[in-house]
T-cell receptor, first 113, second 114 residues
Framework: DAGITQSPRHKVTETGTPVTLRCHQTENHRYMYWYRQDPGHGLRLIHY???????DKGEVSDGYSVSRSKTEDFLLTLESATSSQTSVYFC????????????FGSGTRLTVV | AQSVTQLGSHVSVSEGALVLLRCNYS??????LFWYVQYPNQGLQLLLKYTSAATLVKGINGFEAEFKKSETSFHLTKPSAHMSDAAEYFC????????????FGKGTTLSVSS
């Protein structure tokens, strides 16, 4: 989607290695989110950010950390990748927490072997 | 805790038939409600949203949804399905409370046959 990009789009990594996914926005939105999508589970919130250096945990935060050192970038790190973290990861942005809805990136397909 | 339930993980319709995708929510405060669509290998796109104005909400591509507080429902409909409507659809709720994020249902895959 225009205004939000995720990188890389695809990645294969080995168990036990650290992995960082990047979300970049050009909309100057305050709120940024990381979700993972798995069959039968829909989208589940990993972490979110409500400003520079302000982050909080979501439903499935174990094994993940995030950082936001500037408004436009929100990084998701898998500290030591496991096969259970094989998933599609989506970043989203919003102007507010509620009524505006989210704009999603195109996703990162991560495979941990 | 807030939650969203989408009834039916897979719905199949014929081209030209009515599309009905069901969503029920639970929320302790008046919610904001959303429907998103995901085409293969793409991100999610906002179809429509309810933010406590009109209870019948019209969205893109001919879809609409009706907020029914008494039934805690927000079902998505389209009078006549097109082949291009085949996708996965997600209902989401935002409880309109500080420190919360959208909660998504598990999704419904819509198949359209000719």
């Amino acid at each position: 989607d225009a205004g939000i990009t995720q990188s890389p789009r695809h990645k294969v990594t080995e168990t036990g290695t650290p992995v960082t996914l990047r979300c970049h926005q050009t909309e100057n939105h305050r709120y940024m989110y990381w979700y993972r999508q798995d069959p039968g589970h829909g989208l589940r919130l990993i972490h979110y950010s409500y400003g520079v250096k302000d982050t909080d945990k979501g439903e499935v935060s174990d094994g993940y950390s995030v950082s936001r050192s500037k408004t436009e970038d929100f990084l998701l790190t898998l500290e030591s990748a496991t096969s259970s973290q094989t998933s599609v990861y989506f970043c989203a942005i919003s102007e507010s927490q509620s009524g505006y809805g989210y704009t999603f990136g195109s996703g990162t397909r991560l495979t941990v072997v | 805790a807030q939650s969203v339930t989408q009834l039916g993980s897979h719905v199949s319709v014929s081209e030209g038939a009515l599309v009905l995708l069901r969503c029920n929510y639970s929320s302790s405060v008046p919610p904001y409600l959303f429907w998103y669509v995901q085409y293969p290998n793409q991100g999610l796109q906002l179809l429509l949203k309810y933010t406590s104005a009109a209870t019948l909400v019209k969205g893109i591509n001919g879809f609409e949804a009706e907020f029914k507080k008494s039934e805690t429902s927000f079902h998505l409909t389209k009078p006549s399905a097109h082949m291009s409507d085949a996708a996965e659809y997600f209902c989401a709720v935002s409880p309109n409370q500080a420190g919360t994020a959208l909660i998504f249902g598990k999704g419904t895959t819509l198949s359209v046959s000719s």
